[in-house]
């Protein structure tokens, strides 16, 4: 599984960023998919994940402010954020793991790993 993310950018705080993630390679069809992100000197925290069943799990931090969604159809995962926050800013991931058809919030169980994209929020 190949994993290749893009948008992200820098935005002022209270503005809008997506970020998208294109995989490529063997599709599974139970997997959970989702984004990570890792500023510097923190270690990566799940932001939110979706299932191959399109259940959802978000972190607090990220609960009513952001929107995970896949297209099958296009195999891409999107991030939609607003309402940002300079503590928001970090190295953000597209990650998946195969080995199991629901999501668990730690990045230790996740196999496959896109390159990241920045986002940086300022206030």
């Known amino acids: 599984v190949q994993l290749v993310e893009s948008g992200g950018g820098s935005v002022q705080a209270g503005g809008s960023l997506t970020v998208s993630c294109a995989a490529s390679?063997?599709?599974?069809?139970?997997?959970?998919m989702g984004w990570f992100r890792q500023a510097a000197g923190n270690e990566r925290e799940a932001v939110a994940l979706i299932d191959s069943r399109g259940r959802n799990l978000y972190a607090d931090s990220a609960k009513g402010r952001f929107t995970i969604s896949q297209d099958n159809a296009k195999n891409t995962l999107t991030l939609q954020m607003n309402n940002l926050k300079p503590e928001d800013s970090a190295m953000y991931y597209c990650?998946?793991?195969?080995?199991?058809?629901?999501?668990?919030?730690?990045?230790?169980?996740?196999?496959?790993w896109g390159q990241g994209t920045q986002v940086t929020v300022s206030s």
């Open positions: 390679g063997v599709i599974y069809s139970s997997y959970c």
């Open positions: 990650a998946a793991d195969i080995q199991r058809n629901f999501c668990v919030m730690s990045y230790r169980v996740f196999g496959y």
